[in-house]
């Protein structure tokens, strides 16, 4: 296979890469060529398109010290049943499948992730996948805080699951449930300064807790709205970026989901310590920069949900599990404990406690 182009510079002259090696993979065939150091991104993107749309196949480009193109033979897969997601140890969840193989994300090594995609192309989806399988693998360890802006509409059915703290529909029980937490959170910290822990990893505490924001958005506290409410919204999203900051070495994980990713919708302090970021369709260049810091969402297929780009030091896609409402109960519903008392707006707190910049009182 030969590369038709000049894709480096020595001493004002094009190179040519040079074929050094060609070998059979499992789905395809892979070719490491020598070329010119230091090979920038924006020089492989388009030979990746560029090789793609020649070659009508699925390629994957990578250079360290060799620019190596693996040709695929099959097409991404379009569906992935949960079923399908092979077991692994320890605090993972699994992110999807591509042509390599399957992918997956360890929460004891990056504690936070945020989420992007627009509305029906997966990003639910994937929420249920991963704490499907959490429940799965860790039943007595994993525990969670779901605020389901959607009213509660995803999530509610599984609020006496017993790894379930507590299920939030709206600002209001999320700031009950965040200020509680972040109270706790200081007690925490004390014990883990007592016995000079600096990361739940090496404190022998088995136990996690997650906590999901599906669509953050309804945080975003726009003009119109009540000067009270716009400060408890202010305070939820001050919750989540403390949390982001300071939670992540204690145990507290955090999955930060939105459909449209703005500056005002994902603070920077979740998305500056969240160091891997997950995104589906998304209708705009912009937004996928803002979700995953480059362009590419907005290029996912439009006719295939569950596809989405996850982005930690460099960008894969990939396929991601599939599992419906009656499959994620039939697995996790023999943990559903009494009925429990859900958060209520009215168990009272005063708008006192916060400061004129919307934020909580110390």
Known sequence: MGVGGK????????????LID???????????????VGLPDKTLKPLKEVLSSTLNKPLKLKYKKYLTITVFDIEMPEMVPYKDVPDREG????LGLNLEGWHF????????????????????????????????????????????????????????????????????????????????????????LGNDWNNITKSGKTKRLFIIVDEAAELSPDKFMDKDVKKIMNACLWYLAEIARVAGGLGIRLIYCTQYPTAD??????????????????????????????????KLPSDIAGRALVKTHHVI?????????????????????????????????????????????S
């Open 7 to 18: 894709i480096g510079k020595e001493k004002q002259t094009f190179v040519f890469p040079k």
């Open 22 to 36: 060609e070998h059979t993979i499992e789905n395809g065939r892979e070719y490491t060529y020598s070329t010119t």
């Open 91 to 94: 605090w993972v969840v699994p």
């Open 105 to 192: 994300h360890d929460f004891d090594k990056i504690p936070h992730m945020v989420k992007a995609g627009t509305t029906r192309f997966g990003k639910t989806q994937s929420i249920k996948s991963m704490m499907t399988y959490l429940i799965e693998h860790k039943p007595e360890d994993a525990e969670f805080i779901i605020i389901d802006l959607k009213g509660k509409l995803e999530f509610n059915r599984y609020r006496n699951l017993k790894q379930v703290r507590s299920v939030c529909g709206d600002p209001i029980e999320a700031y009950e449930v965040l200020s509680e937490l972040h109270d706790a959170v200081k007690g925490i910290k004390e014990e883990f």
């Open 265 to 298: 919708v994902m603070p920077r302090q979740v998305k500056m310590n969240s160091d891997i970021k997950m995104s589906f369709r998304l209708p705009t260049g912009y937004a996928s920069e803002v979700a995953i810091d480059e362009k590419g969402a907005e």
């Open 317 to 361: 896609e990939v396929q991601t599990p599939f599992i419906t409402d009656d499959e994620m109960m039939e697995r996790v519903g023999q943990y559903v404990i009494s009925e429990r008392k859900d958060v209520s707006p009215e168990s009272g707190f005063s708008i006192t406690q916060f400061g004129e910049n919307g934020l909580p009182k």
